[in-house]
């Protein structure tokens, strides 16, 4: 059995996904959290995890990893997955307008010819499917391998698994800098004394790079932020998770001024709820009317029966960016001990699984199942330059 001693930095997804993964092969984890569990992005977004917005490339093939991977892994988490809200019901892109269902068209086809399922669908099986969507609509594509989760219920699902299988959890625990040995990562600085071990997975989400730093690396992880409506509980409206064509240029966008676009879902409760928005505002938590109504508009563009439905609250959480678009999955090779598992920006709750089963394969310098390289730590996007030393400290 692996007793290697793993502290992972941030209970979100993407912590409470490796602490997971890492204990149940049988490293001895601790996970260390600021706040509490899932209590930062991870709570504050929406829970799709998707194919279907992702060309071909890697974080593709990070996200059919992840996809094939998320109902074993609920599986073998068993009765601790009940606030999970697993539910594959397929996501349906759609256009209304004549370029973007030419775009649609090539983005698909460019996606079959990696793997996915993408099946064009004309306007009577559209109408089957989604009978609220608007009739303004001229190509749709249904991806029968979206689906979707409760976020923070699947974050606390992963991490009780974890501490079933031995790991540990410290909340309230911030950690403020490194203890370096020899040039190695040796121990976390907290408030209540250093935390040492073999190795630390910085998954601190938009917080990582401030942690990195903390450790003495730079990391260019930057907020992004976003916003969703939700309604009150309605009758069954929306069936699948619909979004509109100009989503995927949105994500792909790393426009910092205000992009938004229709992401439209049910959830289990019956509330509907209206994505989403990205700006680059540093960590400005501000709720903006502007940001919401333009959210608003687009829902109601794609389903125009939403307009007389009551608002009963908005939200935001800040997505981890990276410049490249690409999660930061691996060692850092300035600071041998230290490891990353961030950067997912709006995909973080997708992609969790997947990190998780490279960064326990990287660890135990495994083969990986996909191609890790392009997550690498060592890019130009994510390698900042306002280095500070890394001095050598004694504990
Ligand atoms: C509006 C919106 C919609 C979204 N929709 C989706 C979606 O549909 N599908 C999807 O896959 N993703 C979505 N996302 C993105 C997803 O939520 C994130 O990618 C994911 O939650 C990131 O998880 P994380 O664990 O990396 O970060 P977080 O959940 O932020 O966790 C980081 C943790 O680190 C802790 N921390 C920070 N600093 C320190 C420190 N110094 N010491 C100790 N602990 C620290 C924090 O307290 C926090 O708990 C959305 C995001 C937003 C904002």
Redo the contacts with the bound molecule.
């Keep these: 059995m692996n007793r290697t001693r793993v502290v992972v930095?941030?209970?979100?997804?993407?912590?409470?996904?490796c602490a997971r993964e890492l204990a149940v092969a049988g490293f001895d984890v601790l996970v260390?959290?600021?706040?509490?569990?899932?209590?930062?992005?991870?709570?504050?977004?929406?829970?799709?995890?998707?194919v279907s917005d992702k060309g071909p490339g890697p974080e593709l093939e990070l996200a059919q990893l992840s996809r094939q991977l998320w109902p074993e892994v609920l599986a073998a988490v068993g009765e601790n997955s009940a606030g999970v809200e697993w539910d594959p019901k397929g996501g349906i892109v759609v256009a209304t307008t004549a370029e973007g269902a030419e775009g649609l068209r090539r983005f698909a086809d460019t996606q079959r010819a990696a793997g996915v399922r993408a099946e064009a669908m004309d306007s009577d099986a559209l109408t089957a499917a989604e009978p609220f969507l608007t009739e303004r609509r001229t190509a749709a594509v249904y991806y029968p391998d979206d689906a979707?989760v409760q976020?923070a219920g699947a974050?606390t699902a992963l991490l009780a698994d974890a501490l079933r299988a031995g790991a540990r959890l410290r909340t309230g625990?911030?950690?403020?800098g490194a203890v370096v040995r020899g040039g190695r990562l040796t121990a976390?600085r907290?408030a209540d004394g250093p935390v040492a071990a073999d190795a630390f997975v910085n998954?601190?989400?938009?917080?990582?790079g401030?942690?990195a730093r903390?450790l003495g690396v730079p990391l260019d992880i930057r907020p992004?932020?976003?916003?969703?409506l939700v309604t009150t509980p309605l009758p069954p409206t929306v069936f699948h998770k619909v979004y509109d064509a100009d989503y995927v240029g949105a994500v792909g966008s790393g426009a910092g001024d205000l992009q938004t676009s229709a992401?439209v879902e049910s959830t289990r409760a019956g509330s509907v709820l209206l994505?989403?928005?990205r700006r680059r505002v540093g960590f400005d938590d501000r709720l903006r009317p502007e940001v919401l109504s333009a959210i608003a508009a687009k829902a109601l563009r794609l389903f125009p029966s939403l307009a007389g439905v009551h608002v009963m609250r908005a939200?935001?959480?800040?997505?981890?960016y990276v410049p490249d678009h690409l999660p930061v999955i691996g060692a850092d090779p300035r600071l041998p001990g230290l490891w990353h598992?961030?950067?997912?920006?709006?995909?973080?709750?997708?992609?969790?699984v997947g990190t998780a089963r490279l960064v326990r394969e990287l660890l135990t310098g495994s083969q990986t199942t996909i191609d890790a390289s392009p997550f690498r730590v060592d890019r130009p996007a994510v390698l900042g330059t306002d280095a500070p030393d890394v001095s050598e400290e004694e504990s």
């Design positions: 930095i941030g209970a979100g997804i993407i912590g409470a996904a260390l959290d600021r706040a509490g569990a899932a209590a930062a992005t991870t709570s504050h977004g929406e829970g799709n995890i998707l979707q976020p974050a625990r911030e950690v403020r976390l907290t998954a601190a989400g938009p917080w990582s401030e942690v903390r992004r932020r976003g916003e969703v992401v994505g989403s928005s939200y935001g959480g800040f997505r981890p598992a961030t950067g997912h920006e709006g995909a973080g709750i997708g992609l969790s």
